[in-house]
């Protein structure tokens, strides 16, 4: 039977097949290191590590490839931003859709005197910018926010936020793990000062490769998370000034790089407008469909937006009376459908769409889905959850 992955969300899959293949040349044909080796064979590596900063540079319109700065996730970035730049006494905005890379992150730093308020977002996951005002404080300094839900999809006014902060003298730091390379993000109009990204998620690279690009402005005011080797500047013992050194200690996950320069090119050449067009098709029509089956809710209940304004190809559904687990088990044993169930590291979101703690089971579209496996999908939950043919609907 034909399996069907619908948790791109989590991680997608497939993968460009450019991606395994310069992946498995790299290991196999020219494993060095970079900024170590004096040799062509280094160099020719340090090519392609350059030229992936530029891909993102271009991609993100941020204002300078050095200021790309390569981590292992989304979660190390977000660690290096958040306890990089708050000190005692500071005061963060966020939202209350925020996953756990941010929560936890901010929860540890309480304990160094931090704060933060959350604006309380509406039941479908949108963002009400008026009530961004009543949470400022004489300590304010950063608003950070996820760019969409990754429970529900619900995708947040990040440019209007962004001038909220200009405005009011606020940083702005985004976590794009759900739309970087399915949606447009311009960092100079929407004045973002951080950006957070993974590689594995949309950009469609091999997991454990992510970074983060700083401002001009941000590089001085961020202290480095980790120190050590660079390559660069040996002869002190003193972190680096200069980008992206100042932030990127050790031996880069290469590997990584190399399959996310692979995806990069890809993505450029179809282009984030014909991917976001053929997920939100998808989408729609799954959408339609849940509708459809169950238009009283008596047995689903949809979660979050109704419609794909605004919103990511991540949909979750609580199904009533029903073990959610038991379902999503279903999916995978009986119909080779694969989902995610449970809080998705989000309990703050859950929270906030009324689904704590049962959670949900999430189905999330990447490019590689088609209209027949939406179709396949909807006969299984028909099958499981109103024990019925489709035909007999």
């Known amino acids: 039977m034909h399996k069907i992955y619908l948790d791109n969300a989590s991680t997608s899959f497939p993968k460009p097949p450019s991606v395994a293949k310069e992946v498995y040349n790299f290991l196999a044909h020219n494993a060095v290191n970079i900024n170590r080796g004096s040799y062509n064979n280094a160099y020719s590596v340090e090519e392609i590590v350059f030229e992936t900063r530029e891909l993102l540079k271009d991609l993100f319109h941020a204002t300078d490839s050095k200021n790309v700065v390569f981590t292992k996730n989304i979660t190390e970035s977000l660690n290096i931003l958040l306890k990089g730049f708050l000190k005692p006494n500071d005061h963060v905005i966020i939202s209350s859709m925020e996953h756990n890379a941010i929560m936890r992150p901010l929860t540890q730093l309480t304990k160094q005197n931090i704060s933060y308020t959350q604006v309380p977002c509406h039941i479908d996951g949108t963002f009400p ?62 004045h ?37 080797g660079t390559g660069s500047i040996s002869h002190t013992e003193e972190i680096p000034q200069f980008m992206p050194d100042r932030f990127e200690a050790g031996t880069l996950n290469l590997p990584g790089i190399i399959g996310l320069h692979a995806s990069l090119q890809w993505l450029k050449k179809i282009t984030i407008a014909k991917i976001h067009e053929h997920e939100n098709m998808l989408t729609n029509y799954f959408l339609q469909q849940i509708q459809q089956l169950d238009p009283d809710e008596k047995y689903i209940r949809l979660i979050g937006k109704k ?4 919103r990511t190809g991540v949909v979750s559904i609580q199904v009533l009376n029903h073990e959610l687990s038991q379902i999503a088990y279903d999916l995978d044993d009986k119909f080779q459908i694969m989902t995610r169930v449970g809080l998705h590291c989000a309990p703050q979101a859950h929270k906030t769409l009324g689904t704590f703690p049962t959670g949900t089971i999430r189905f999330s579209f990447g490019y590689f889905n088609t209209l027949k496996e939406i179709d396949l999908t909807i006969e299984a939950l028909t099958k499981l959850i109103l024990n019925k043919d489709i035909q007999n609907i």
């Not at 619900?154 to 390379?181: R, Y």
């Not at 419609?307 to 605004?310: G, P, Q, V």
Request: hydrophobic share 45%; glycine share 10%; charged share 15%.
């Open 307 to 310: 419609d794909t304004l605004m």
């Open 129 to 190: 910018l008026a009530k961004l005002s009543d949470c400022l404080q004489e300590n304010t300094k950063l608003i950070i926010v996820t760019h969409a839900s990754n429970v529900c999809g619900t995708i947040l006014p990040i440019e209007q936020i962004g001038e909220f902060c200009v405005k009011h003298n606020l940083k702005f730091m985004v976590d794009c793990a759900q739309t970087a390379g399915i949606l447009p993000i311009d960092m100079q109009k929407m």
């Open 192 to 228: 973002i000062d951080a950006l957070a990204f993974t590689g594995h998620k949309g950009l469609l690279g091999p997991q454990g490769i992510g970074g983060f690009i700083l401002s001009e402005d941000m590089i001085k005011q961020i202290e480095p998370l980790i120190s050590g």
